[in-house]
């Protein structure tokens, strides 16, 4: 069973930076492919970025392609998503998940994913 804990979100203004960082409990980190997703008051979850375990496979959302950025520190277990130029749209509250797979797997739907994160709220002002 892997417990994800995300941190680091928080208000931001408009074009403001944010990282979120996600901790997995998980020993074996290295062998998930890990994604964050995104849900908005009175929307569905969404989709974001996703990195496959090795980090050479990388899926973004188009919304946040060129002004996000997904990366991994295997060795310490950790998950990241450096968020730049924040617009008011992307506040919500940010999940990350995990599933086992290859080296090039990278899910980039919610079914897709067996472990979630309890989510960390970010919120952008205008």
């Known amino acids: 069973q892997v417990q994800l804990v995300e941190s680091g979100g928080g208000l931001v203004q408009a074009g403001g930076s944010l990282r979120l960082s996600c901790a997995a409990s998980?020993?074996?980190?290295?062998?998930?492919?890990m994604g964050w997703f995104r849900q908005a008051p009175g929307e569905e979850r969404m989709f974001v970025a996703a990195?496959?375990?090795?980090?050479?496979?990388?899926y973004y959302h188009d919304s946040v392609k060129g002004r996000f950025a997904i990366s991994r520190d295997n060795a310490k277990n950790t998950v990241y998503l450096q968020m730049n130029r924040l617009k008011p749209e992307d506040t919500a509250v940010y999940y990350c998940?995990?599933?086992?797979?290859?080296?090039?797997?990278?899910?980039?739907?919610?079914?897709?994913?067996?472990?979630w994160g309890q989510g960390t709220q970010v919120t952008v002002s205008s």
């Open positions: 990195i496959s375990w090795s980090g050479g496979n990388i």
């Open positions: 998980e020993h074996t980190f290295s062998n998930y492919a």
């Open positions: 998940a995990a599933e086992v797979g290859d080296s090039d797997y990278v899910p980039v739907l919610i079914y897709m994913y067996s472990y």
